[in-house]
């Protein structure tokens, strides 16, 4: 298994600001993914993130919009840039683990933008 | 890519009864079958996964059917409880764990 550790747990941002949420897990993993669950909605895929290389994004999600940093095996950031309401969203991390096919998740990052 | 619908969105059930899921897929390289439950304001946690190479698996009340060449899976809740109230999400993925698409979600409340 892995604990994953999602940090703000909430904010309240201004929008035509950024927001820097960050992931860490517990045990070293190759592959790191961020979501988007919109009120009430499914998880949606934004990008994977590789340590050593360029996140991979999802149709829909640009790399401008949602930077995302992996600096090493244990710890990655997503970025949302210039907000605005529509951004209002939860955001969670998720992690594969070496031999073993099921994702953890982080608790979520639930970001309001006023 | 992927699309993966759900259904029913809503289901209620009376406590003991069962509840049955069922998710459709149409991308035939995807091999990988994962149930999560979300209960309200919490992560999503795996509670059932299926491969493609299995047509069943059941775990206690718990158990997961794969049509393969129907391209549809199912999620199948005997005697259920009000702790089984959640919104389950189904996914499916073309790489074992990874790059998941999730169906949109069924709230599921047993009442009591």
């Known amino acids: 298994s892995a604990v994953i550790s999602q940090k703000p747990s909430r904010d309240i941002c201004q929008r035509g600001t950024s927001l820097t949420i960050q992931c860490q897990v517990d045990?070293?993993?190759?592959?790191m993914f961020w979501y988007r669950q919109q009120p009430g909605q499914s998880l949606t895929l934004i990008a994977t993130?590789?340590?050593?290389?360029?996140?991979?994004?999802e149709s829909g999600f640009v790399i401008d919009k949602f930077p995302i940093s992996r600096p090493n095996l244990t710890f990655s950031t997503l970025t949302v840039s210039n907000m605005s309401p529509e951004d209002s969203s939860i955001y969670l991390c998720?992690?594969?683990?070496?031999?073993?096919?099921?994702?953890?998740f982080g608790q979520g990052t639930r970001l309001t933008v006023v | 890519g992927e699309n993966v619908e759900q259904h029913p969105s809503t289901l209620s059930v009376q406590e003991g009864d069962s509840a049955v899921i069922k998710c459709t897929y149409s991308?035939?390289?995807?091999?990988?079958f994962p149930w999560y439950k979300q209960e309200l304001g919490k992560r999503p946690q795996l509670i059932i996964d299926?491969?493609?190479?299995?047509g069943e698996k059941k775990d206690q009340r718990i158990a997961v059917t794969l049509n393969k060449t129907a391209k549809h899976f199912s999620l199948h809740i005997t005697e259920t409880q009000p702790e089984d109230s959640a919104v389950y999400f189904c996914?499916?993925?073309?790489?074992?764990?990874?790059?998941?698409?999730f169906g949109p979600g069924t709230r599921l409340s047993v009442l009591p």
């Open positions: 991308d035939s390289a995807s091999n990988y």
């Open positions: 045990s070293q993993v190759t592959m």
């Open positions: 996914a499916a993925s073309p790489n074992y764990g990874q790059n998941f698409v």
């Open positions: 998720s992690v594969e683990t070496g031999g073993t096919t099921e994702a953890f």
């Open positions: 993130a590789n340590q050593g290389s360029e996140a991979t994004y």
């Open positions: 299926i491969r493609s190479n299995v």
